[in-house]
């Protein structure tokens, strides 16, 4: 079974200084990995997934199979960053189930 | 193109009572899921249809169900409400494998 871990339920930083976020999965296969972002009294939406190997908003994450992990980084925070993060993991098949973290709140302070 | 929307937003119930919600995916989306969203869990999968059909449910007892209609829209029922079901229940469409998922902005369920 998958499994998706994000080991810090809250993070907090100054505004300026780098972010991780931390993300570590369990699946036997080979997942697609996702970010998603939840800022407040906003839906879900996407952030970022690995496959497009993007940088949105300035976040990016790079998928490390033999540590299992995604983590999201950003090197310099801003107060419009303060959310809630999701990792997620897709793992294919003939659905398109996502198995989340429990989330990390991120606050960027002033 | 108009984003997944979900109906009622908030609901109140009393215990042992039942809840329907109901989800509308973006158009020319075939699937929708439903999540349930509570601070201690996080969001947790509760089924997956396609098609009119069931394709995967989680670990959820009976009490909750879903189905799709032919136009793609979907509902949820939980009956025999408890405590613990007050959550947020997000639903999400997607138009196929690879693609991004969209939700809806969730249905508040508080459960008295």
């Known amino acids: 079974a998958q499994r998706v871990t994000q080991p810090e339920k809250l993070l907090s930083v100054f505004k300026g200084a780098p972010v991780e976020l931390k993300c570590n999965y369990s699946?036997?296969?080979?997942?697609?990995l996702f970010w998603y972002v939840q800022y407040s009294r906003q839906r879900l939406q996407l952030l970022l997934r690995h496959i497009s190997r993007e940088s949105i908003k300035g976040f990016t994450a790079d998928l490390n199979k033999g540590e299992t992990s995604f983590h999201l980084k950003k090197p310099f925070a801003q107060e419009e960053d303060s959310a809630m993060y999701y990792c997620?993991?897709?793992?294919?098949?003939?659905?398109?189930?996502?198995?989340f973290g429990k989330g990390t709140l991120l606050t960027v302070n002033p | 193109k108009a984003g997944v929307t979900q109906t009622p937003r908030y609901l109140i119930k009393t215990r042992g009572q039942q809840v329907t919600l109901s989800c509308s995916p973006i158009?020319?989306?075939?699937?929708v899921s439903w999540y349930q969203q509570t601070p201690g869990q996080g969001l947790q999968f509760l089924f997956e249809y396609f098609s009119e059909t069931q394709r995967n449910k989680g670990n959820f007892p009976g009490r909750f169900s879903g189905r799709q209609f032919s136009n793609s829209r979907s509902e949820m029922n939980v009956s025999t409400l408890e405590l613990g079901d007050s959550a947020l229940y997000l639903c999400a469409s997607i138009l196929g494998a690879g693609n991004e998922q969209f939700f809806g902005p969730g249905t508040r369920l508080t459960v008295l």
């Open positions: 699946y036997s296969g080979s997942p697609e």
């Open positions: 997620a993991l897709y793992s294919g098949g003939s659905n398109y189930k996502l198995t």
């Open positions: 158009s020319g989306h075939r699937s």
